[in-house]
């Protein structure tokens, strides 16, 4: 059982996933990393986010950056958004994902920057301790 969820919505995003999954590895976090994205393949994101047992969903994203907005919209579960320096050298994306409407909550760390992304998810994860 993943306890984080790092979800990228482009295999484009791939650079950013491993800065996450390099942190999350060496605070002995399980994860696994998932190409899905809001627009291509709902029906797939939708079935994964019921599914999955992970505690946090990282969630990077560019352009439009609805993944984690879309994420946090269908769970409880802590969601961090990572925006991705794809267009408007990343101002688009973290626009998006810092400016979700109340009731949807979404962290947001700053353009491309997977490593604090894990590093915040590991320390939610380390509340029970």
Do not use: W
């Not at 605070?27 to 599914?51: M, T, W």
């Amino acid at each position: 059982m993943p306890s984080v969820a790092v979800v990228m919505g482009s295999e484009s995003d791939r650079a950013v996933a491993e800065k996450a999954a390099k942190v999350l590895e060496d605070s002995g976090i399980s994860f696994e990393v998932k190409v899905l994205s809001a627009h291509r393949n709902p029906d797939e994101l939708d079935a994964y986010i019921r599914k999955t047992d992970a505690l946090v969903f990282i969630a990077i994203a560019g352009l439009s950056a609805a993944l984690p907005g879309v994420i946090a919209s269908k769970t409880r579960k802590p969601v961090i958004g990572v925006p991705v320096s794809a267009k408007l050298g990343g101002l688009d994306a973290l626009l998006a994902i810092a400016q979700m409407p109340p009731g949807v909550p979404v962290a947001c760390v700053g353009i491309d920057n997977g490593a604090n992304a894990a590093h915040l998810a590991v320390r939610m994860l380390r509340l029970k301790e």
